[in-house]
């Protein structure tokens, strides 16, 4: 099985940064795509950005220019880099990653969710 571990959660003003951090730990596995999710009160949980094992990656459009993702392979790491924060990117924050482990089907994973909060 793969667990995933996330940090870089909290409180920022308007205006400012944080670095979400998840990594996917286990044995025997294949990570194909790692990237991040969001869901506010009372909204669908959306796609916020992700990247492949080959390095393409995908934003929403409303974090387009502010956030980048990246990848560490050799740690199975991916970290969010977020910057000039809004109020509407207040979320729980959720990693995910598509993994394959030997003689096995690819699987999905989720991270138990990390509070993020814009506000004044």
């Known amino acids: 099985q793969v667990h995933l571990v996330e940090s870089g959660g909290g409180l920022v003003q308007p205006g400012g940064s944080l670095r979400l951090s998840c990594a996917a730990v286990?044995?025997?596995?294949?990570?194909?795509?790692m990237g991040w999710y969001r869901q506010a009160p009372g909204k669908e949980r959306e796609l916020v950005a992700s990247t492949t094992s080959g390095g393409s990656t995908n934003y929403a459009d409303s974090v387009k220019g502010r956030f980048t993702i990246s990848r560490e392979n050799a740690k199975n790491t991916v970290n969010l880099q977020m910057n000039s924060m809004k109020s509407e990117d207040t979320a729980v924050y959720y990693c995910?990653?598509?993994?394959?482990?030997?003689?096995?089907?690819?699987?999905?994973?989720w991270g138990p969710g990390t509070q993020v909060t814009v506000s004044s």
């Open positions: 995910n990653a598509e993994a394959v482990a030997l003689g096995s089907l690819p699987r999905n994973y």
């Open positions: 286990g044995r025997g596995f294949e990570i194909y795509t």
